[in-house]
């Protein structure tokens, strides 16, 4: 079975500035795919980035960065230029290659302070 | 070109009363999943349906949860005889095929609160 920690229950960030928010995980499995999640006060789920992990390279978009760290099972999420409208809960997700299910961290809420 | 529409968005039921939880996936998928969010908690797996079947239920409760995925219609999640712990968002997702490797695309989920 596979688990997902976030250490980080809530994050709080100065607009404008960098965050980075942790995950780790725990699996066997030798290819899978992580995911970071937002979800704002409307409670949608929103995609913010994905990482397959038989790649070496850091996914990034736009202001979304992870840094990904297989032998340590590692996969933190960082936000730059922090903006207001990133103030959400952050869910990190795990899937197996052949899997079906997500797994998902418990979650980080962050405050992104004017 | 819709999202995954969930309906209602909010849904009050009494102790002891049938819940019905709706889900259109995005028009072309084929593959609905419903996750339970409890408060302050990631989601949690619950059953992963395809038309006419279901593939995986490891992560419903085994008495009074029940879903289906009909032929035509939405795909529904029954939760007969509510009690208080069954209030939590539910939240389903659809993608275009059973290995939803470039992330599941989510509903905006149903609010259940018993009373």
């Known amino acids: 079975a596979q688990t997902v920690t976030q250490s980080q229950p809530e994050m709080s960030v100065q607009e404008a500035e960098t965050v980075t928010l942790s995950c780790t995980y725990d699996?066997?499995?030798?290819?899978?795919?992580l995911f970071w999640y937002k979800q704002p006060p409307s409670r949608q789920m929103i995609l913010v980035i994905r990482q397959e992990a038989y790649k070496q390279q850091n996914a990034t978009e736009n202001r979304f960065s992870v840094n990904f760290q297989k032998a340590a099972k590692s996969f933190s999420l960082k936000i730059s230029d922090s903006q207001l409208g990133d103030t959400a809960m952050y869910f990190c997700a795990f899937i197996p290659d052949a899997g079906n299910m997500l797994t998902f961290g418990g979650g980080t809420r962050l405050m992104v302070k004017p | 070109n819709a999202g995954v529409m969930q309906n209602p968005r909010h849904l009050v039921r009494r102790r002891g009363q049938e819940a019905r939880l709706r889900c259109s996936p995005m028009?072309?998928?084929?593959?609905v999943y419903w996750y339970r969010q409890l408060p302050e908690e990631g989601l949690k797996f619950m059953v992963y349906?395809?038309?006419?079947?279901?593939?995986?239920e490891s992560g419903m409760p085994k008495e009074r949860f029940s879903a289906e995925f009909p032929k035509e219609g939405p795909s529904i999640l029954r939760i007969q005889q509510v009690v208080r712990g069954d209030s939590a968002a539910y939240f389903c997702?659809?993608?275009?095929?059973?290995?939803?490797?470039?992330?599941?695309?989510f509903g905006s989920g149903t609010r259940l609160t018993v009373v």
């Open positions: 028009k072309g998928h084929s593959h």
């Open positions: 699996t066997s499995e030798s290819n899978y795919y």
């Open positions: 997702a659809s993608s275009p095929m059973g290995a939803p490797n470039y992330g599941y695309t």
């Open positions: 349906l395809q038309k006419e079947n279901i593939i995986d």
